[in-house]
T-cell receptor, first 114, second 113 residues
Framework: DTAVSQTPKYLVTQMGNDKSIKCEQNLGHDTMYWYKQDSKKFLKIMFS???????INETVPNRFSPKSPDKAHLNLHINSLELGDSAVYFC?????????????FGPGTRLTVL | AQSVAQPEDQVNVAEGNPLTVKCTYSVSGNPYLFWYVQYPNRGLQFLLK????DNLVKGSYGFEAEFNKSQTSFHLKKPSALVSDSALYFC???????????WGAGTKLIIKP
């Protein structure tokens, strides 16, 4: 069973389009995250939700909007896609948001904006 | 400012030899340290973490890491490298002000047969 899953795995789209990436975890965790990994492999936290409530919102354009319908799901919607949005997006989850909690990552979604 | 550094972009090791991937950190207070591995076109996989206690932490796939408070280091080690260990390795430290993970830039480990 996949612990943290993301769909789609690959997403190729044109500039200006709106797209969504879905994430689900079956670990029973309370906290979920979205990360962006750029072409140089740098990881950057974008958002964190705990029990469906936003707790971290880094400096991310407001074209990015996370939505958590329940604590097992955290979707990422991106409006008006730009070339610079091309990256790999990872979803992760952890038991809670405590210092010692381990984050478990999904397989990633490679977004290519043309 | 809290930070983590992986001073080597790439480490090359012959199969069967011991390997070390370096990580140093700067945090206020006691550090919570993590190592992850990323295989090509895959997500990050948790290897091990240091929270408290024994300075030598054992993790998955035969990896271990040594916490050294005086040198503010948390180097990842394995006694005998496998070609399948070739991957990108990330060190991370917990920012205790907001509980976010601060990530290193990653070290590419190449194990040659």
């Amino acid at each position: 069973d996949t612990a943290v899953s993301q769909t789609p795995k690959y997403l190729v789209t044109q500039m200006g389009n709106d797209k969504s990436i879905k994430c689900e975890q079956n670990l029973g965790h309370d906290t979920m995250y979205w990360y962006k990994q750029d072409s140089k492999k740098f990881l950057k936290i974008m958002f964190s939700y705990n029990n469906k409530e936003l707790i971290i919102n880094e400096t991310v354009p407001n074209r990015f909007s996370p939505k958590s319908p329940d604590k097992a799901h955290l979707n990422l919607h991106i409006n008006s896609l730009e070339l610079g949005d091309s990256a790999v997006y990872f979803c992760a989850s952890s038991q809670g948001g405590r210092a010692y909690d381990t984050q478990y990552f999904g397989p990633g979604t490679r977004l290519t904006v043309l | 400012a809290q930070s983590v550094a992986q001073p080597e972009d790439q480490v090359n090791v012959a199969e069967g030899n011991p390997l070390t991937v370096k990580c140093t950190y700067s945090v206020s207070g006691n550090p919570y340290l993590f190592w992850y591995v990323q295989y090509p076109n895959r997500g990050l996989q948790f290897l091990l973490k240091y929270i408290t206690g024994d300075n030598l932490v054992k993790g998955s796939y035969g990896f271990e890491a040594e916490f050294n408070k005086s040198q503010t280091s948390f180097h990842l080690k394995k006694p005998s490298a496998l070609v399948s260990d070739s991957a990108l390795y990330f060190c991370a430290v917990r920012d205790m002000s907001n509980y976010q993970l601060i990530w290193g830039a990653g070290t590419k480990l190449i194990i040659k047969p």
